[in-house]
């Protein structure tokens, strides 16, 4: 990262004022009227109603539309554990993310917590506020933790992006690049490199969309999740294999799928060279993949190459996926985001990659032509097709499962998808 570019991200954030969202206010307040309706004497009528109705909150409040992206700054993307504080930045662009792809209102919420029942406690007292809770930046184990008590004690979606956001476009990808490579998702085998957040949901998503979990290897830095470690906490213990091997190489050797969740440079050539052939390869530590595009490519002609990068083909961006997501689940109303609407939001975009490219989305990127297959197995950021397509999808299953307090007679969910 140049030194220019470097103050250009600072004045970004700094200028002309600091920070990078607001609040906006959404009812007139310029008459006498106004004032007597935005404050007293009218807002008794809503909180009389309120009290009467909690449910009332979703029509007189901006509670539906409402979510808190709250961290404890102990895992800020590729920086680590620098504090709650010094992680708002990252916390306020994932706000302009929610605000700018699918309309949904974001308070930043940076949390000092001395320990996961101290953050559970905070986040409950504080839930009334919300339609929703988006987990942001916590390191393993302590989010497994975290989400699983407050997904428990709340009635309202609560999402570990780090989590599940991932998961959610590697499937979608993996399924459109195993489709290419004319290979099936139960048949191959995977290696995981990284067993952290990311990974561990990877996995398991990806075990519910049918792959055999024998085939699964997930790796550490102790090597082979296998089943005659000891070290193991419960999260990992389920993704435990019976095997003799034990290294990142010894997994490689006829892998069909290789999926980094890791750190940069950890995936040789030489590993590379061993896998199956017509391989998958998902290099997503950022900003520097475990293995170079370029140098992959050199190394095998059949594979299929996807990066977290944005100047590489095939980003896998978790901008595909939350905000859709979340403007699903408010749309009905739902009580949580169950893994059959991860599931249906991985067919969804895994469908979608597959469509005619609107001239708007290849303007949008200074491309002539874009056609699913190697260099297209997901869509872009950009395209203005995910709106429409990935909250039906997540809102349907809603419904479907039993979650959703709402049905919506918006034409979009008018016809079976």
Known sequence: MSSRFKQQALDYHALPKPGKIATKIT???KTQLDLSLAYTPGVAEPCRVIHRDAEAAYE?????????VITDGTAVLGLGNIGALAGKPVMEGKGVLFKTFADIDVFDIEMNADSSEDFIKTVCNIAPTFGGINLEDIAAPACFDIEEALIEKLDIPVFHDDQH??????????????????????????VCLGAGAAGIASMKLLQGLGADPAKLFMIDRN?????????????????????????LADAMADADVFIGVSGPDLLSSEMLAT??????????????????????????DDLIMGTGRSDYPNQVNNVLGFPYIFRGALDVRA????????????????????????????DAYGLDSMVFGRDYIIPKPLDPRLINTIPRAVSKAAIATGVAR????EKRYAKEA
């Not at 007189?60 to 808190?68: E, F, I, P, S, W």
């Open 406 to 409: 709402k049905i919506p007679t």
């Open 275 to 300: 896998m199956a052939p017509n391989p998958v390869v998902f290099a997503l530590s950022n900003p520097d993949p475990e293995i170079l595009p370029e140098l992959a490519h050199m190394t095998r």
């Open 335 to 362: 009580s949580c985001i169950n893994q059959q609407m991860q599931i249906a939001a991985v067919h969804a975009l895994a469908q979608l990659a597959r469509e005619p490219v609107p001239q708007e989305v290849l």
């Open 165 to 190: 956001g991932t998961a959610i476009i590697i499937a979608a990808s993996l399924l459109n690049a195993l489709e290419i490579q004319n290979k099936k998702l139960e048949d191959v085998r995977v």
């Open 60 to 68: 007189y409040t901006a509670k539906g539309n409402l979510v808190a």
């Open 27 to 29: 009812k007139p307040c």
């Open 223 to 247: 090597g082979i999740i296998h089943d005659e470690r000891t070290d193991l906490n419960k999260y990992k213990r389920a993704f435990a294999v019976n095997t003799e091997k034990r290294t």
